[in-house]
């Protein structure tokens, strides 16, 4: 996967991620027997691909690595979202921005809240996505 298909970005020192993006990239992707595992049990995949300190650019790519592994076109949304932010917070990633094809209504932010199950904070500008969890290093 080349940086342009997954079309995620770096400003300054926070990640973009475009969601569609991802989804796409899902749908195309070839499922090995451990990817499959991985996307019906995403948080097998979490815990046993826990990553060592990194640069800002090496968590982007690592990161988005491992989203392809748990993004699914099997659940909603607000559970792949939910994922990505518990990812990123595995990988000690506490702000980026998510990239959406549509602004997200209250319901689908309470429902993200819900999933997450953690403080949380998420911000919208139209369709852009700004996650940020408390409590975590920058």
Known sequence: MSDKELASAIYSDRICFNYSDFLSASCKKRWSFVDAIYGVMPIFGMVTRKSSARSVQASDEHLKELALQ???T???DEINIARLIT???QQHIS???IQLPYPLSAQQLD???QEYRKPLSLTQQDDLLCVVIPGQPH
């Open 95 to 97: 702000h980026f921005d």
């Open 70 to 72: 748990i993004i699914s």
């Open 74 to 76: 099997q659940v909603s």
């Open 111 to 113: 429902a993200i809240h």
């Open 87 to 89: 990812l990123a917070e």
